[in-house]
């Protein structure tokens, strides 16, 4: 396997910005690959498709004390898409977006296939734009406090959402 390990030695965390102008994600994680990172932003990442800040493809994603902000994909999972392991502990995910106001899919993170392994704990998402999701349809209730979705029909009632452990990874 493939292994790159982020970590931050100050006590103030790094930012890995895209910049939004950029026209891809931040970090592809590929079935062979391994990514850690503490004390991280990932910030403006722009996918046409699936993960703005992060798309595991199959790879293994472990986020702790980190921050995915401001990230863009055209259809789903503005912050992550997972399709492989992702493990987040500590992590903030706020301000995403997907661009696609037809879609369901949501800004925050999305787990992509029944076979993915993901949990949450001690994390909060935030403030994502879930455009898409009719907060009048009982269906969507879920997934947008799931999300932590904000948008413009929204009350504000899932501006700041905490996340329950889920339990061990499937």
Known sequence: ??????????????????GLDFSDRVFHVLSDGVLTMDRVTVRGGNAKVSGGGIFVDGGELYL????????HAGTSGGAIYNS???VLNYVTVKENSVGDETSLDLAGVVNGASSTSFKLTNSYLDNNNCSGIDPADASHIIARFAAGCQGDDDPGIAD?????????PA
């Open 160 to 168: 700041l959402i905490p996340v329950p452990d889920t339990g061990e």
């Open 1 to 18: 396997k493939s292994n790159i390990t982020v970590t931050v030695s100050s006590t103030l965390p790094i930012v890995i910005d895209a």
């Open 84 to 86: 492989g392991t992702a």
């Open 64 to 71: 702790t004390n980190s921050t995915l902000y401001d990230n």
